[in-house]
């Protein structure tokens, strides 16, 4: 009879299923990709009327649109615009500028 009893039993649970981590419990390092090459930005502005000057920014758009708004807020700038270079849908006008930069803080 022992036999028998043997046969009903459920399996015992695999340690395999165990031991392996939940996938939130993987550090986000470990799945995420590469760090990205840094984009490249031309920053056009214009410090007073009659003069346009351009700025060269590595790094990413946020990078570059912290620099932007901080250039606005010191009056640096009166009107900028922010173009990635090498892409033909890659501009930022000045009003969306101005728009992203209202209510964040001061650029660090």
Request: aromatic residues 2%; positive net charge.
């Amino acid at each position: 009879m022992s036999r028998s009893s043997d046969r009903s039993a459920p399996p015992a649970p695999s340690t395999a299923t165990a031991a392996a981590p939940a996938v939130s419990q993987i550090a986000p390092r470990a799945i995420a990709s590469p760090a990205a090459p840094p984009r490249h930005f031309t920053l056009i502005y214009k410090p007073s009327a009659g003069v346009t000057l351009q700025r060269e920014i590595a790094g990413t758009l946020v990078d570059a649109l912290s620099i932007a708004c901080g250039m606005l807020r010191d009056g640096s700038a009166k009107h900028l615009n922010l173009i990635e270079t090498g892409r033909i849908d890659g501009v930022v006008p000045h009003s969306q500028i101005v728009r992203w930069c209202t209510g964040r803080p001061e650029a660090p």
